[in-house]
């Protein structure tokens, strides 16, 4: 090995000397980063509200609100709104989640100041205008029609219904026909109004900007934002324990291929067991082509393009999943398989070297995930909102490293139990 | 080097380029080989695919599953494209780790395997690839487009290639394949990244220089004659979407009208993102054809766009069909917004904020070394890297005559194939 390598960047990771945090008067958390390798910024963040509890009647509620909020403001049309934006090639988007409703956005960092009055004005006064929730509602229905048309996201429901049976988690977040077409402007006005507010609320900007002139320019744009009726977070309820298998089939007819969806509950992101958890699904089905279910149903069987495993690990009780897409001829197969390879993990664990490869894999790819402004604005965001700590990606090689094989099997067995899985699949 | 370029040919034809950039921790290496479906024919279409994913099944000196671990264990992130006009591979690591992928790129441009029981798995995980492409409703139209756009060249068939050849295919006819078009003297190497350029070139000539040039590669060029009137295609299939696309023929990326077409492009359906990787993302909601379309009420989604290949190609604008409308009144106003670009001068005003559009997105596919590295080579498959780097300056040249000159000449309705999308039902419940 003759290459020098120049240590240009061997602070790369961000830590608690580069990272500014500051709590405003009202409630708002500011992270920057400063970059000036590229022109541009990146911003992300979240207020506290989403579809968790939305009024089944009106599920998709929180979503319709989220998408709406840029059809129109007190100062702004939708097309002023967005000639603004897309006249200097600036970026903003809302996303509704379960528990938060988050943005992104990007601009030149000339245009920061712009990108930022732009998010105050859409989170403070939006009007939800007539004409433009209608032309939205027929969007998000041609949206639903087009999601019971795919195996991937059908089947993905039909698991979160069976394993979060009666629980919030059990709902699609973006609704169903029935209670988009009854959501009325009312509702949507009637829900920001309650729900949106600076309390809780976190933003990252990342890029080519001094840390004090960001938080100014944030400080400028929301600081006088109040909202004395925002709600408190309410805490999530813990689902019920998986008493037997269960399978569910969503028929779809005329696909060429079908979806397999197999799990059960995983631990929440702030858990202790997290890491080994996130270590033992690297194994299991990440690492490399897709660890040992990517081994098994792909590499050796030939089933399928797809076959991964994933942990979905958040504020409340997490899920812990096998996806697969295989011909319809070929679930029963596959499924077997995947059945199989549940069975070995929770038997017998990781080896030694499975577990020091996955762990290797974990630290060597963090320059990678860091490498982009927004990369690094969702990892502030992730600090924040799991109370991690601004030193948290300088301590990560001894959290990973701290785990054993003896927690990884320890995780596998106390969340999956291969007698008691949910099996979803949707297809023909 | 006022930007950090270095461009050279080894002496067995490998072409390198290198570009230093500081930014990361991070090296980008890409490795690119002038094949892809454009160089295939009946019975053999989608193998350039398929000869790319039997490039992952291993060689005497790294076997499948140890390339696969070493690059994972090392942090890594690998993978390949296999496009009309190219097969490419890329590595992006920690840049204390880049030299795994130079070592493992060049022995797979010499010595992989093909083994026959691999070849035979992966033949069927190709087939599940495509399957899970004939779910979507885009897929069957374009493929249906494509074919009714491309009677004599081969651009007729998607990359992935069709069922009755990727079933009867040999291991044989693969390994064929690779020897012909994996010869150095028919690859470019890109790198981007935190690296010493005299350091890098000379690894890279240890590793790579001694591989033997083959014979030129042939390739299959049979020129598309001039269409003589509107193709209509239609595709039935499940849902309740109806989809409309049309598509019209335009010229080869290096033609000189690519440019003002990339301009009408922007005006039209909003900027189109160059980066394939970490930038865009612009949103297309003040374009000409979503005020017209969209926010009318004629479709409840729009996209539009072109590729940068070899031969002409299309621009394709794609619509999803609003489920109040029949797809004739849908395609009526989107003749309308057409001629409207046919018959009058679009603004200057208009031209400068695509081109601030464009020097955004550029500025964006900076914060990636992935895509910077992607841009080295990629450029050099249908044009060279200077096509790249004088892009904004091109399109700053662009005059409303330009825009009004290619919108007359390209986007005739006699050139086109339109296709749509009939949904056969609402799903029972």
Known sequence: ?428 | MPNNLTKTKLSNGLTVLLKEIHSAPLISSWAWYRVGSRDEVPPLTGISHLVEHMQFKGTPNYPASLMERAVARDGGMWNAFTFLDWTTFFETMPADKIDLALRLEADRMLNSIFDEKEFLSERTVVISEREGNENEPMFLLNEAIQQAAFRVHSYHHEVIGDLADLKTMTRDDLYRHYKTYYVPNNAVIGLAGDFETEAMLARIRELFESIPAGATPPRLARPEPESRGETRVTVEGPGETVYLEAVYHIPAASHPDFIPLSVLDSLLAGPSNLNMFGGGGISNKTSRLYRALVDKEFAVGLSAGSNTTVDPFLYSISLTVHPGRKPEETLAALDAEIERVQDKLVSRQEIKRAIKQARANFAYGTDNITNQAFWLGHAEMFASYDWFESYLEKLEKVTPKDVLRVARQYFRPQSRVVGTYIPTGKEKK
């Open chain 1, 1 to 428: 090995m003759i290459i020098h390598i120049s240590n240009s960047a061997s602070h790369s990771l961000p830590g608690p000397e580069d990272i500014h945090r500051e709590v405003l008067s009202n409630g708002i958390t500011v992270l920057t980063r400063s970059n000036f390798n590229s022109p541009s910024v990146s911003i992300s963040g979240y207020i506290q509200t989403g579809s968790l509890f939305d009024p089944d009647e009106k599920l998709g509620l929180a979503d319709f609100a989220a998408s709406a909020l840029m059809r129109g403001t007190v100062k702004y049309s939708f097309d002023e709104l967005y000639n603004d934006l897309e006249s200097v090639g600036a970026s903003l988007g809302f996303d509704a989640g379960l528990h938060t409703t988050s943005f992104s956005g990007r601009a030149l960092a000339e245009d920061l100041s712009l990108l930022l009055g732009l998010l105050s004005e859409i989170l403070r006064q939006p009007t939800f205008p007539k004409v433009e929730v209608e032309k939205l509602r027929h969007q998000l229905l041609t949206g639903l029609a087009i999601r019971a048309q795919d195996t991937a996201d059908m089947a993905d429901l039909a698991f979160d219904k069976t394993l979060f049976r009666n629980h919030p988690y059990s709902r699609p977040e973006d609704g169903d026909p029935e209670t988009v077409k009854a959501i009325t402007r009312a509702d949507l006005v009637k829900y920001h109004k309650q729900n949106f507010g600076p309390r809780g609320m976190a933003i990252a900007i990342v890029g080519a900007v001094e840390p004090e002139r960001a938080v100014d320019l944030v400080k400028h744009a929301l600081l006088s934002w109040k909202n004395p009726a925002q709600p408190e977070v309410p805490p999530v309820p813990n689902p019920k324990p998986l008493t037997a298998a269960a399978n569910r089939h969503h028929k779809i007819t005329g696909k060429s291929q079908a979806d397999i969806v197999i799990g059960s509950y995983g631990p929440r992101r702030k858990d202790d067991d997290y890491m080994a958890a996130s270590l033992g699904n690297s194994v299991l089905g990440q690492f490399g082509m897709m660890g040992r279910i990517g081994e098994s149903v792909r590499e050796k069987s030939g089933l399928a393009y797809y076959a991964y495993s994933s942990l979905s690990a958040g504020v409340g009780p997490g899920s812990w999943t096998v996806s697969a897409g295989v011909n319809p001829g070929n679930v029963k197969k596959a499924t077997e398989l995947i059945v199989k390879e549940l069975k070995r993990f929770v038997v017998d664990g990781v080896t030694k070297e499975e577990l020091t490869d996955s762990k290797a894999n974990f630290i060597g790819r963090l320059p990678l995930s860091l490498e982009s402004n927004g990369g690094v604005a969702n990892a502030l965001l992730t600090i924040e909102r799991y109370d991690l700590g601004l030193d948290y990606y300088r301590r990560y090689p001894n959290i990973v490293n701290a785990v054993k094989q003896d927690d990884v099997v320890a995780v596998a067995r106390k969340y999956i139990d291969p007698e008691r899985l949910v099996i979803a699949t949707a297809g023909p």
